[in-house]
């Protein structure tokens, strides 16, 4: 095993709406985690071995666990991190939904695919590669982990998770999971490490690839990591997601799904609509129907069920966003809806709109993890396209218009792995999902994603039946 040092005593985790310390959890030990690398090594092998059929039953208790145990898990997360309860509801709802996907699916997507060539028989198999490390982020605590877990599971791999450091309960609420619904010891096993100790875990050969969610400087350190070891990543990092409305949209539908694209999450999402983007002949009449959407949506206690925007899920995460929003004010941008933090327990962030934003503003040029919206006019589409794609990133993008030719041709333009037109940006487990730029690389979900932590074998049985091509 690579040496690791133990970089933290403890784990808190913290409620975002009172601030209560709510549990305390040691770290794992090195003699621990060395325990646990063989104990999803000994499964693997028994695992990698098992039918579909068998790993699809599996999966489908665990969908019914979650399902079961909605209420509780829910309360977890939005205890844990802050997400209004009915989010947190359908998001344990959505993680059974992925399970229950890749269970009816996977035999599909991995099965041996004929490939004719000179040979007289020849085919590409999709074989399990071992263990796959997690390393997870706090925003959606269950759904990120089992979109990544289901795939590489029903491929045969194991997992271990290494969850954010805020939400030490949820972890451990996974790993028990996986126990509770039968699965073999070892199957998914979770570790309670810090970061600096996860991208040192890369390089044990216990490991056999890496999958990161998280910010694009945390995910720079886990490529190198991974890179150095030669190591198989797939990284979903930050964004700066544009939301394109058009001069024929219906700015109506537009504004109200556009104030929960941005609030979804208390916009803590990477996915979450940033830039807005709007023709500058109906930038009024859309900023006016937006801001009246906006101000509609209750911010409150993340336990209320009528509670739409709830806290941040850190006292550093109110911080930035402040300060994002500070100096763009002083560059000049003019705000249209409050823009600061409430002076009450938790981390709040009121909901924020400014217009007036240029390209030098933190607003446009950087992620805003929190319920903040930069409003852009643009003179037509063709500047709509340019200042979609003048960013960093590349992760999320909508377009708003009745014109759905238009629209479609449009999104071909657009630098982003998802495009939705005249809808918010959402992950589903039957489209890949993932990023190009500073967003990273790779897919989750769909056929692509299942494929990702895979051998992708060719498979050639003699004899030859054709010439073999002139050598250079």
């Known amino acids: 095993m690579v040496a690791i040092a133990k970089a933290v005593p403890v784990l808190e985790s913290i409620n975002p709406a009172t601030e209560e310390v709510l549990a305390v959890f040691p ?3 090195p003699q621990q985690i060395e325990q646990t690398l063989q104990s999803t090594l000994k499964a693997f092998r028994h695992w990698r071995d098992q039918s579909f059929d068998y790993r699809a039953d599996l999966l489908r208790q665990a969908a019914a666990y979650l399902r079961s145990n909605q209420e509780r898990l829910a309360s977890l997360i939005t205890l844990e991190m802050g997400k209004p309860i009915a989010e947190a509801e359908a998001e344990v ?3 059974a939904w992925v399970l229950d996907y890749y269970a009816d699916r996977a035999a599909e997507f991995l099965n041996a695919q004929p490939h004719p060539s000179g040979a007289a028989e020849s085919y590409v198999s999709f074989q399990p590669i071992g263990t796959v490390l997690a390393i997870m982020p706090w925003n959606f605590p269950f759904w990120q982990l089992f979109r990544a877990a289901a795939p590489a599971l029903m491929a ?3 997992v271990i998770l290494k969850h954010a450091s805020n939400v030490p309960q949820s972890a451990l609420a996974i790993e028990e999971l996986f126990r509770a619904s039968g699965f073999p010891e070892g199957t998914l096993r979770t570790l309670l490490i810090s970061g600096s100790t996860a991208q040192a875990l ?3 050969p216990g490991i056999a690839a890496v999958t990161f969610t998280g910010s694009e400087a945390a995910g720079r350190q886990v490529a190198a990591a991974a890179g150095a070891a030669l190591k198989k990543s797939v990284l979903e990092l930050g964004g700066s997601d544009p939301f394109i409305v058009l001069a024929d949209a219906d700015l109506k539908q537009a504004a109200q799904v556009g104030a929960r694209a941005r609030t979804i999450n208390s916009g803590q999402t990477c996915i979450a609509a940033k830039r807005f983007i709007v023709l500058e002949s109906v930038a009024e009449a859309f900023l006016e129907q937006f801001a009246e959407a906006i101000t509609a949506l209750k911010l409150g206690n993340p336990m209320d069920r009528s509670t739409q925007v709830g806290p941040l899920a850190r006292p550093d995460l109110v911080q930035t966003l402040d300060r994002q929003v500070r100096i763009t004010l002083e560059q000049g941008a003019h705000l249209m809806l409050r823009g600061s933090p409430l002076p009450r327990y938790g981390f709040f962030y009121a909901p924020t709109v400014l217009a007036g934003i240029t390209r030098e503003m933190p607003v446009y040029r950087e992620e805003t993890f929190g319920p903040v919206a930069a409003i852009l006019t643009v003179r037509n589409e063709n500047e709509a396209i340019a200042v979609a794609n003048d960013t960093q990133y590349g992760l999320g993008a909508a377009i708003w218009s009745q014109d759905l030719d238009r629209a479609k041709a449009l999104a071909s333009q657009v630098e982003a792995g998802f495009v939705a037109i005249n809808g918010m940006v959402s992950a589903d487990p039957h489209l890949p999902f993932g990023g190009v730029k500073n967003s990273g690389y790779g897919r989750e979900l769909s056929e692509y994603g299942i494929r990702e932590f895979t051998n ?12 073999s091509p002139p050598k250079k």
Request: no cysteine.
């Open 93 to 95: 709802d959505k993680s």
């Open 27 to 29: 770290t794992t030990s």
């Open 202 to 204: 890369i390089a044990d």
């Open 156 to 158: 045969g791999n194991t």
């Open 456 to 467: 992708i074998q060719s498979i050639w049985v003699g004899p030859p039946i054709a010439p």
